[in-house]
């Protein structure tokens, strides 16, 4: 079955750096998406991205965050001047189509020191 | 805000008898309700899914009831199996997971524990 990828498992970051997390949805999705979810807390919904542009935003993602799909198969996250609070689990999801669920990778791991 | 709600941090459950997960919305927007189910160092993995204009929706194991007076849904899984065993998230959508790439609202999350 096809799986949503997101690379690396786990990235540990110095405070003020910026990473980029990396994400390869199902290849005949048209939809993603960004969550993440802070260690004990909800899995929180950041952004998602259709037809080449943000759709829609959380109050979350803010001017430190940014999307990009740079080719047809790489979703992108990228944290400008992480910060300790940044440090969770980020989950990439990706759809097919308008009546379908989201499907998510297994996340990366983002330690903030 | 907690707009979609699952009271029960943790649920025991005997191997063979049902187990019945709880979650309440308050955002009347909502019409589209997903359960995912989550191993520890894994994503959520989509389980089932109900409309608005639904109430019950099956698949197997899993039955989805949705009471939209109350605002409340529910997932029984029955018979419950060892592999059953993890934490479920509701979550929640105001257009029907259509009409747009909208984002899910997801409970805090109930971790199922079959016992054998």
């Known amino acids: 079955e096809p799986e949503v990828t997101q690379t690396p498992s786990h990235q540990v970051t110095q405070m003020g750096q910026e990473v980029i997390l990396r994400c390869v949805p199902i290849?005949?999705?048209?939809?993603f998406y960004w969550y993440r979810q802070i260690l004990g807390q909800k899995v929180e919904f950041l952004v998602s991205?259709?037809?080449?542009?943000?759709?829609?935003k959380s109050e979350i993602f803010d001017d430190q965050f940014s999307v990009e799909r740079p080719d047809g198969s790489n979703f992108t996250l990228k944290i400008r001047s992480t910060k300790l609070e940044d440090s969770a689990m980020y989950f990439c999801?990706?759809?097919?189509?308008?009546?379908?669920?989201?499907?998510f990778g297994d996340g990366t791991r983002l330690s903030i020191l | 805000d907690q707009q979609v709600k699952q009271n029960s941090p943790s649920l025991s459950v005997q191997e063979g008898r049902i187990s019945i997960l709880n979650c309440d919305y308050t955002?009347?927007?909502?019409?589209?309700f997903l359960w995912y189910k989550k191993y520890p160092a894994e994503g959520p993995t989509f389980l089932i899914s109900?409309?608005?204009?639904?109430d019950k929706n099956e698949d197997g194991r899993f039955t989805v009831f949705l009471n939209k007076s109350a605002k409340h849904l529910s997932l029984h899984i029955v018979p419950s199996q060892p592999g059953d065993s993890a934490v479920y998230f509701c979550?929640?959508?105001?257009?029907?997971?259509?009409?747009?790439?909208?984002?899910?609202?997801f409970g805090k999350g109930t971790h199922l524990i079959i016992q054998p």
């Open positions: 991205f259709y037809n080449n542009e943000i759709s829609e």
């Open positions: 979550a929640a959508s105001p257009t029907g997971g259509g009409g747009g790439a909208d984002g899910l609202t």
């Open positions: 999801a990706s759809r097919e189509s308008e009546r379908q669920s989201q499907h």
């Open positions: 955002n009347s927007m909502f019409d589209y």
């Open positions: 290849s005949n999705h048209l939809y």
């Open positions: 109900i409309s608005s204009i639904k």
